[in-house]
């Protein structure tokens, strides 16, 4: 198969979008240049710092998603195994250990071949799943790396789920 360069132009930069829907949700963003646009969004368990990038190459938007979560190269080989775990449950994105800083992150991209321009829902959604996959799993991420627990009794606290009040 061969990849050739799409001939089309580009309406507007994909960011574009992007930086309207931040804006739209009074988020707190900056745009660093052409091609990065930094958000920070507050979640029930601790603020997310998102990055969506246009990758020019690969005619992608990719979403980047970390907390402030440290990982000690003692807990690093447990956590990969529940990043193992919890990446089976998820049918978008992905997490990864940035292994330089030891930082989580939350990874998808949108491909935008062809000259196709992304819209705010598919934005939203991309940033939904980011944020929901973040809130589902940070505990479980906790108890790894703070409490000492191996991947499967976290992933299994994580998964548990309540239902009413008490």
């Keep these: 198969m061969q990849i050739s360069e799409s001939e089309q132009s580009l309406e507007s930069h994909p960011l574009d979008v992007v ?17 990065e646009l930094s958000i920070s969004v507050s979640g029930g368990w601790t603020d997310y ?27 690093r080989p447990e956590l990969l195994n529940l990043i193992a775990l919890i990446n089976e449950q998820l049918w978008v ?10 930082v989580v992150i939350y990874r998808h991209s949108l491909l935008l071949t062809g000259g196709a321009q992304p819209n705010r829902d598919q934005c939203e959604a991309a ?14 991420f906790q ?23 008490a």
Excluded at 49 to 75: N, P, Q, Y
Excluded at 133 to 138: D, I, L, Q, T, V
Excluded at 144 to 165: D, K, N, P, Q
């Design 127 to 140: 940033l939904r799943a980011a944020i929901e996959a973040c809130e589902r799993y940070y505990q479980a």
């Design 93 to 102: 994105g992905h997490f990864g250990l940035w292994d330089k800083d030891g």
């Design 19 to 35: 930086e309207q829907m931040a804006s739209l949700n009074e988020w707190s963003f900056e745009r660093a240049d052409d091609d």
């Design 49 to 75: 710092h998102i990055a969506f990038t246009w990758l020019r190459e690969m005619e992608a938007l990719h979403l980047g998603c970390a907390f402030d979560i440290k990982v000690s190269e003692r807990r």
């Design 143 to 165: 108890f790894v790396i703070w409490a000492g627990r191996g991947a499967r009794e976290a992933m299994e606290s994580a998964l548990f789920e309540t239902v009413g009040e």
